[in-house]
């Protein structure tokens, strides 16, 4: 499987309820993700339900939690979801850091790990990312990790930027 120096990863469980819902009820994570609202409880349980049962991922690899070798801390989570832009169906790379662990690299390690496998190892001719506007932190990990500006589109009522990388 996937791994890096620091960071291995393995797939959700609903044990990990706890963890998905501190980063959804997290303001501060949420302001660019999807409406920018946080989640309840309830809701935090579906989305993971969703993710654990593999719903939107792509041959057969889905959104994996994140944790670090040293101590087994979870910090997030990255993977592959088939996203509809423009009416073709494309893999875009995501990655999720939660607030604690901002700025300590983790982001960049896990996206390009899962970048490299999607590309060499699953043969992906094309990833993308799909960023909102404003978000700058995920913005620089896209560009760290080669991805380049493709577009501006409007996604679901939201401005964003698609990013994108081709073998």
């Given at each position: 499987?996937?791994e890096?120096?620091?960071?291995?990863f393995r797939?959700?469980?609903?044990?990990?309820?706890?963890?998905?819902?501190?980063m959804?009820?997290?303001?501060?994570?949420?302001?660019?993700?999807g409406?920018?609202?946080?989640?309840n409880l309830?809701?935090s349980?579906?989305?993971?339900?969703?993710?654990?049962n593999?719903?939107?991922?792509?041959?057969?690899?889905g959104?994996?939690?994140?944790?670090?070798?040293?101590?087994?801390?979870l910090?997030g989570?990255?993977g592959?979801?088939?996203?509809?832009?423009?009416?073709t169906?494309q893999?875009?790379?995501?990655?999720?850091?939660?607030?604690?662990?901002?700025g300590?690299?983790?982001?960049?390690?896990?996206?390009?790990a899962?970048?490299?496998?999607?590309?060499y190892t699953?043969?992906?001719?094309?990833l993308?990312?799909?960023?909102?506007?404003?978000n700058?932190?995920?913005?620089?990990?896209?560009?760290?990790?080669g991805?380049?500006?493709?577009?501006?589109?409007?996604?679901?009522?939201?401005?964003?930027?698609?990013y994108?990388?081709?073998?």
């Amino acid at each position: 499987m996937i791994e890096t120096e620091r960071l291995t990863f393995r797939k959700y469980k609903m044990d990990d309820l706890d963890f998905y819902y501190s980063m959804l009820a997290d303001p501060e994570m949420m302001r660019y993700i999807g409406n920018g609202k946080t989640k309840n409880l309830g809701e935090s349980k579906e989305k993971l339900n969703l993710i654990i049962n593999n719903y939107m991922a792509y041959n057969g690899l889905g959104i994996m939690l994140a944790c670090r070798k040293d101590d087994g801390a979870l910090i997030g989570h990255v993977g592959f979801v088939p996203q509809k832009i423009d009416g073709t169906v494309q893999v875009e790379l995501g990655y999720w850091i939660a607030q604690k662990y901002w700025g300590k690299g983790y982001g960049t390690e896990a996206a390009k790990a899962f970048l490299n496998y999607g590309l060499y190892t699953l043969g992906i001719d094309e990833l993308i990312s799909i960023i909102q506007k404003g978000n700058a932190p995920s913005i620089n990990i896209a560009r760290k990790i080669g991805m380049k500006f493709k577009k501006d589109i409007v996604y679901y009522s939201k401005n964003v930027a698609i990013y994108e990388i081709t073998k």
